[in-house]
């Protein structure tokens, strides 16, 4: 599989889950160039390591690049059992969902949705959003512009995750 094919399904991906080209650059820890490149086909070589944090940030695996693992997980479930993990009070799927789908963080869940932005998994914060979109029926684009608001507010200091 060339690199050609993987950028194509890249940029798809990319463009599915509302990331442009800088905030997916910022959460892989590449230039934007250097994603603006492998999408294009234009790049000649990429470590396997750095392909593989970008693909999997999209949720793809090799052989050949596939949805197929990310469907069969539950995003939103995993990123509100993560923002808990260290709170008495959980974070339910929903509130989660309201925070997402609104910038609205419900009373009380501040520290946990605080958490989810600077803790959680690359992945799972990815999922979270492309799954809040389709339950709200919305592009992923206005999930990650209410998290770009949501951080500074919550006092969120990853800022390639909600920047």
Known sequence: MSLHVIGQEIYRRRKAVGLTQQHLANLSNLSRQTVQRLEAGTIKDLSFQRLTKIMGIL???FDPPSLAARKRKNGLWMAAKTSSVSYKKEMSVETLQHALSTGEVPRGYEAQMLHFLDEASVQIVVMAVEEAAMISNEAP????????????VLGAERKEVWG
């Open 59 to 61: 949720g793809l695996s």
């Open 141 to 152: 684009t206005k999930v990650w512009s209410r998290l770009a608001k949501l951080g500074p």
